[in-house]
Structures are given as C-alpha cells and as structure tokens.
C-alpha cells in the first residue's frame, strides 16, 4: 500500500502541470481542422450541391423571385463536416480554422447570399446557365 | 464447423413447411423467415441445439407493400462467424407474437420496445411496461410505423403513467435519478433497501430520445446518416457509423478498398484508448480516488489531440462515408502517431503498476458487483462486462469487419466476475489497441481510400453487422429502401444490453456501491436512447416541474 502510494505521488510529481494557458495565450488548431466555414460569393454558381449533402440541413436555398436564388449557411447547426467543401465543383465553400464561435447574436452564425440565377423560359424558376459565361449574356446580370 | 447451409438443412428437416424461406443474403448472414406460429418451437429448438447468443430484435412496417409486419429476431453464432436472422411476418390487422422473453431473458427490453414504437403486441410478455416512450405519449400512436410522419407532435397525455414496480414488504426505497448524479446523464433507478442492502431495484430511463431512426427511415440519404450515427454516442461515435457504413456496404456489396479498412481499423482502436481511459478516470472519480482521474486523462489528451490532426476534429472524426473513408492517413504523421501512442502505453503501464497494489481500490472494486457467467448468458451481455465474467465474445474475432481479420491481437477475458475484473479487462484492452495500432500502421498498403459506389443503392437488400464498440458490441442492420435511402435502420447501443444486467448486480449490495457497480458496466445512456420520436420532451420536463412548485 505504502508502495504503490509513493508510485503514484512520483507519477503526479513527474507529470507537473500540463494544463494550456488557453485562453490567455492562443491555441491553434492544427492543420487540416474543421472549423467555421467561409463562402467565397464570387465563386458560388448556386447549384445548391452543398445543400443536398449537408447532414444536418444547415444549408437552405430558397428561390426569391425568378432569377434570384437566395443560400443561407446557418452555422448554428452547421456540425463542420466539410462534406459541402468537399462536393463543391467550384470551391466556393472552405472550412476555415476558427473555432471560437460563441457570439450572443445569431445573426453572427448566418451566411446569406443572394446569387444571380438564369430564368427558365418554361416553369419561369431560376436555373443554374450551363456555362458562367453564358451568366454575364443574361440582361440584368449586372444589376 | 457449422456453416450456414447446415443451420438451414437442420431446421428444414426439423419444422419443414414451418420454414418459409432461408436464404444467405450476404455471405455468413443467414435470413430465415418463419410460420408465426412456429416462433416458439424454432427458437427453444435452436436454443437447446446451438445456443446461439441473442443479439436484438427489430420490427419492420411492410403494411403498404404486404400489410404484413416483419419481426426479426438476430443472433450470432459466435465461433462460426455466422448471423442468424429469424423472420416472421404478422398480420398488421393484430400484431401480437409469442413474446420470447420466458426462453431469452435478454430478449426483455428489445421485444418492449417493439411494442412501444412499432406495436407489436409480445404477448405473455413478464413485464409489459412502457419502455421507451416518454410517459406522456398517447397510447395507441406507434412513431416508427410508415404512416407516422417524421416531424408529427402527437398531443401530450399527462395522465399516462408508467408503473413502477411495488417495494417488497419491508423495504425502504431510495431514489436514485432522475438525473444519475455520477455520470450526469438521465436515468432513474428505483433501490428497494432493507437496511444497507439492496433488496431490488427497478428502472426507468430513456429520458434523452432524440428519434434517430426514425429521421434515417424518413428524411436522409445514405451519405447524411453516416454523421447522424457518428453522433449516437458522445464516446465512442466512430463506431457507429463504422457500423452503419459497413451494414450498407454488405447489403449492397460494394466492395471497400484495402486501406479504408486500415484507416477505419486505426481510428476505432484509437477510439477505444481514450475511452477506456476516460472510463477508468470516471470510475475511480466515483470512488474517490480523484488523482487517478487526472493522471489518466492527462495520458488521455494526447489521443485526443492526436485525433484532430488526423480527422479535423477531437472527437467527432467524419471520416466514414459509404465506400470507404473521407480522409486519409499521410504517411508524414505515421511517426507521430507510433510517437504518442508509445508514450500512453509506457505512462498506462507505469500508472496500472502503481495503483494494482493500491488496497483501497481493492477493498472498492474486489468482490463487488458480482455479475456470474450465468446471468452474464441470459441477460446477452456484451464487450468488458461480458468478457469480466468469463465469456469468450468479441466482435472483432467473432465478426471481423474494417481489418480485424488481417491483425493479430489478444482477446482480455477475466475469470472474477466482478468490478476489478472488469476493470482489468479494460486495462488489458488498452494495451492491446496500441499493438493493433502499430501492425496497421506497418502492414498499412497504399492505394483509394473511396471505393466505387453506385449512384443509386438497389432496394430490398438487407445486412447486419456488429461493431465492437469499447462498450460492447454495438449492431447495425439495415434494409435498403426507394429514393436511396434505407427503408429501416435499427441500432442497438452495447450499453442497451449490458445495463439490463443492473438489477442483478446491485441486488444483495451496498447502498455505497451503487454507483461503481453501474459505473463499471460504462454505461452510456445517450447511446442507449437514440429512438423514438421525442419532439415533446421539452413539454414533460415543464410538467414536472409545475408538480414540483406544487408540491412544494
């Protein structure tokens, strides 16, 4: 007993203190974390992939209009996956390394973009053009 | 060895026409579908034959395609590597089955919990109490059946009440719950003492439904449920989706590279360490002996940070997908890796060596919270609390999925039935992860870590597979449906098996043994209440505390 006590203060002893100094001094996460994401607007085309795959159905896109396509990241449920970063064909989504995201506002969690969309000649919903050139032909584009 | 194929000729010559059906859908899985009536006999014949352990059993709604309900009841043959699904499919116009609960005592919880979900009526059932619902859901309203849509909030009936059992003559009873003071999760045991001792006790949990399986059934695809079954459980959440991700790929046969094998094998041994030492912290925490907490998770953290730089995240790894992993392991981090799993391994080592001649834990842990084989048997334990009394189960021998199959490792089995020998199961098991680790990181090919999955996963498939969770053996079995998505995913958690062994073990004990005793099952309730659809829970914690004010 008396043994294994004095093993076990040595153990402790040894050991010293191992707590971070966080969040007095910065801790970085390392490479490759997942962490808040970031939209990048000017690549986004609105092909609404990332809200397919999207497991807890952070991503909602709405159709405002017939050529406006409005996508909002709601981070409050986002579970930083990064399955919408790794299925987008443009990379416009990124998962950055910012980890402290406790805000009192939840306005700080909400990504909006509002993209311009070509107009179906038929049902008259917004579509994504086959080409991003064929975007900037549309009139009104540059609204 | 038996094989499959004689399982299917020995109960054709045996019931005949009783038998429907018997067919090895994926390799070693054995779906036989039964006469309704001929449950009981096919069962008591194959339990006096074979002795095959009883796993779970799992109802499926076909009322659009057949008006049928399919009930199947799983076991595993454990040294043949085989799985045995008994089918039987009743009438929907009166769902009521033969309960099998007098011949399997472990079949208890599962058979009630079809009832409350699916309403599968077990009849001479010995205890027929509400299980899993929340006590102020509507009788008559089945959450799992196809017509109940996912997000329905049927209306609460506060005068439901779920019975708890009688005292015996003579006996106090003390309350423990409903939030478990040590482990900080919802569970509500009921002690019935005489004294100092524990005369019997009674249980109600299943506070924390979350409707998982049933927004699997309804809502995701494939790729979405893979995330949603990492988050079963707050410990051991890799294992879950390594489950579901491998019962999806053997009902739909998509073949998996070598190496995902390897990633996935790596991932869930790390998993296990840091389990196993969190446990070990909590467990002593519960017996005082706090500075054995911090050191064993100051070796812990390690793991932990060890993790986020392989997958992203400390604990929630999102790596698994159907077809493989999404991550790989690059070959610059493998010293890394050996580096810290090395130093728990000389830290673990030194730590056991110091407290083993610790007597106060002895006095603690020794002789107490006597679970015997035999109880251990009826009652389908799994993982450490089964192999702590002697059981020879292990799901990565029994059942070897991910790379188990091409590692060598020894399986800890202890001999004391009690809490050191469960204990020292889980010490041993830690050790042997840091080996499995190191084979895969030498044996490791290179090569995708994707494998090719179809665009659409073919309907109608099914599959089970085990897991074995640093809990126990966590089961997995999914049917694939339509629109590429399962048509069922049924779960069971390894604590749903184990904490059914509680009121045994704390019978006849101390009042002060209480916690340790249920501590050293490791239960996790979380895991154990993933099902049922529970969107009004917020609603009963309002009633209780009205009473409360009331009251007071």
Not at chain 1, 79 to 89: A, D, H, L, M, T
Not at chain 2, 380 to 385: A, E, R, S
Not at chain 2, 399 to 417: I, K, N, Q, R, S
């Amino acid at each position: 007993m008396f043994i294994s006590k004095l093993k076990q203060v040595l153990i402790c002893l040894k050991a010293g203190r191992v707590t971070l100094p966080y969040p007095y001094e910065p801790s970085p996460p390392p490479e490759g974390f997942r962490g808040k994401l970031k939209v990048d607007i000017d690549r986004c085309t609105g092909c609404a992939g990332c809200a397919n795959v999207c497991p807890p159905g952070a991503i909602e896109v709405t159709d405002i209009g017939k050529d406006w396509r409005r996508i909002q990241f709601n981070l409050t449920n986002c579970i930083s996956c990064g399955r919408c970063e790794e299925v987008c064909p443009e990379k416009a989504v990124k998962l950055t390394d910012k980890f402290e995201l406790s805000t009192n506002t939840k306005e700080d969690l909400t990504v909006t973009i509002e993209i311009y969309m070509d107009t179906c000649q038929r049902c008259a919903r917004c579509f994504k053009p086959e080409h991003p050139l064929d975007k900037m032909m549309v009139t009104g584009f540059r609204q | 060895m038996l094989t499959a194929r004689e399982i299917t000729e020995t109960l054709k010559t045996k019931f005949d026409k009783q038998i429907i059906k018997a067919e090895e859908k994926v390799s070693n899985q054995l779906f036989v579908r039964v006469a309704p009536d001929a449950l009981i006999p096919v069962i008591c014949f194959l339990n006096k034959t074979f002795s095959p352990r009883f796993l779970v059993n799992a109802a499926t709604d076909v009322v659009q395609q057949s008006g049928k309900y399919v009930v199947s009841y799983m076991f595993s043959f454990d040294r043949e590597k085989i799985f045995l699904c008994i089918q039987v499919a009743i009438d929907a116009a009166k769902p009521d089955i033969d309960s099998i609960t007098p011949i399997i005592a472990g079949a208890n919880w599962s058979e009630r919990e079809t009832r409350d979900l699916v309403g599968i009526n077990p009849r001479n059932h010995p205890d027929p109490r509400r299980l899993v619902l929340a006590d102020d859901w509507p009788e008559g309203v089945y959450p799992l059946r196809k017509d109940f849509p996912y997000n329905y909030k049927p209306p609460s009936e506060p005068q439901n009440k779920v019975p708890l059992k009688k005292p015996p003559e003579g006996t106090r009873v003390i309350p423990i719950g409903p939030f478990y003071p040590v482990l900080e999760e919802p569970a509500y045991f009921k002690l019935f003492v005489d004294g100092e001792t524990i005369v019997d006790c009674d249980y109600r949990g299943f506070y924390s439904h979350r409707g998982i399986e049933k927004i699997g059934d309804s809502k995701l695809t494939y790729n979405q449920i893979c995330f949603m079954a990492e988050r079963i459980c707050g410990i051991c959440g890799f294992i879950h989706s390594t489950c579901y991700c491998e019962a999806v790929e053997r009902a739909a046969g998509i073949e998996v590279p070598l190496r995902a094998h390897y990633i996935r094998t790596i991932m869930l041994e790390l998993e296990r360490i840091h389990s196993h030492l969190l446990w070990l912290g909590i467990a002593v925490h519960i017996i005082g002996f706090d500075t054995l907490l911090m050191q064993s998770w100051r070796i812990r953290e390690p793991v932990m940070w060890l993790c986020e730089k392989i997958s992203g995240n400390r604990k929630t790894y999102g790596m698994n997908l159907i077809g493989g992993v999404r991550r790989d392991i690059p070959s610059g981090i493998y010293d890394e890796i050996i580096r810290v799993i090395e130093k728990i391994e000389r830290e673990t080592t030194e730590v056991i060596d110091a407290v083993m001649g610790d007597t106060s834990l002895h006095v603690r842990l020794k002789n107490v919270g006597i679970l015997t084989e035999e109880v251990a048997r009826d009652i389908c334990t799994v993982g450490p609390t089964a192999r702590g009394s002697n059981i020879h189960i292990d799901s990565r021998v029994d059942h070897p999925y991910a790379a188990y199959d091409l590692v060598d490792f020894e399986v800890a089995v202890e001999t004391g039935c009690d809490i050191w020998a469960r204990t020292l199961v889980r010490l041993r098991e830690t050790i042997e992860a840091i080996k499995i680790i190191k084979q895969c990181l030498l044996e490791m090919p290179d090569g995708p870590i994707m494998g090719e999955v179809m665009e659409e996963i073919p309907s109608g498939r099914e599959a089970i597979c085990c897991v074995e969770a640093p809990r126990g053996e966590a089961i997995h079995y999914v049917q694939t449906g339509e629109d590429n998505r399962p048509y069922r995913w049924k779960v069971r958690a390894p604590t749903y098996a184990n904490l059914q062994c509680a009121p045994y073990i704390i019978k006849g004990g101390q009042i002060a043994d209480v916690p340790i005793i249920i501590g050293s099952l490791d239960p996790c309730y979380s895991c154990t209440e993933r099902m049922a659809v529970v969107d009004v829970r917020t609603g009963v914690e309002k009633i209780y505390t009205k009473e409360e004010i009331i009251k007071r």
